[in-house]
């Protein structure tokens, strides 16, 4: 897979805590991954002098196409993503296995990686993948639509893709998933110098839903059932041994989902 140059990767911010990606190409020519609200994305574009040239879906919630239609009529772009998000503005169907190339930017390639929902996709291009609602910082999406099975086998693909790759995903939940990583691994020098790190950047208002892989694997907790020290755990929480990855995976995002109700008490 080629790209046509190395490509600068824009964060917006939009909504509560949502992302949309611009990926900028050669002389301006940009791909926008998810499209949430749209004025946001449009003042960026115009301040930055880009030229939009495609955008990319990764699945159906609204807040990652609610702003789509707008986009594709102001700019007169296909828009890339799932058979399900063909009511929301999408005109080119994509799904796993797919590659496809954007003028100006290099090669795609769709990913199917459900488990948040059943239709989401993921995008890899050169050495970064656009992983929406299913890989976060040192996170992964809910269970919304698929299993544990489905989420667990989407982050193995994504984490095979090789320790030089970077994730950008949709949301700033990289404290609030620390703080679990923290309480779950509290031993983990990896997980409390990232802590340390995030903390100064969001002080600097700076974005942290990008990281390495290798970061992730040795920091995000969804990417670590495998690990001795984090099965045990696991297993400390639900009071019994746990042989099946996929059973301490589903343990893992249910003490997840128990630990951010009593931080909300």
């Given at each position: 897979?080629?790209?046509?140059t ?13 992302y ?5 190409g050669?002389?301006?020519?940009t ?30 919630h609204g ?17 890339y ?6 009511r ?19 090669e795609?390639?769709?990913?199917a990686t459900?488990g ?16 929406g ?7 992964c ?6 299993t544990?099975a489905q ?19 949709g ?23 990232r802590?340390k790190?995030?903390e100064?950047k969001?002080a600097a ?32 929480y ?19 989902d ?8």
């Amino acid at each position: 897979m080629s790209t046509v140059t190395a490509p600068t990767i824009h964060c917006i911010p939009i909504l509560s805590d949502n992302y949309v990606w611009l990926i900028e190409g050669l002389d301006g020519a940009t791909v926008i991954v998810d499209a949430g609200e749209a004025t946001p994305v449009i003042e960026a574009i115009e301040s930055r002098g880009l030229r939009p040239v495609a955008t990319l879906i990764t699945h159906h919630h609204g807040d990652h196409v609610q702003g789509l239609s707008r986009l594709v009529e102001q700019y007169s772009i296909p828009a890339y993503g799932p058979d399900s998000c063909r009511r929301a503005g999408v005109d080119h169907v994509v799904g796993e296995g797919d590659a496809f190339e954007i003028t100006g930017v290099g090669e795609f390639a769709a990913m199917a990686t459900p488990g948040h929902t059943q239709d989401h996709l993921s995008y890899v291009l050169g050495e970064h993948v656009f992983c929406g609602d299913t890989l976060f910082t040192a996170g992964c999406g809910r269970l919304f639509e698929g299993t544990a099975a489905q989420m667990l086998h989407s982050l193995d693909r994504l984490a095979a893709l090789g320790d030089e790759m970077t994730i950008h995903c949709g949301h700033e939940y990289t404290t609030d998933s620390l703080r679990f990583a923290a309480h779950a691994e509290p031993q983990n020098a990896d997980i409390a110098a990232r802590v340390k790190d995030v903390e100064a950047k969001r002080a600097a208002g700076e974005p942290t839903a990008s990281a390495s892989m290798v970061l992730e694997k040795k920091t995000n907790p969804f990417l670590r059932v495998r690990e001795p020290v984090l099965r045990h755990a696991i297993e400390d929480y639900v009071g019994e041994r746990i042989e099946d990855d996929i059973e301490a995976f589903a343990q893992l995002r249910h003490w997840k989902d128990d630990f951010d109700g009593l931080a909300r008490l």
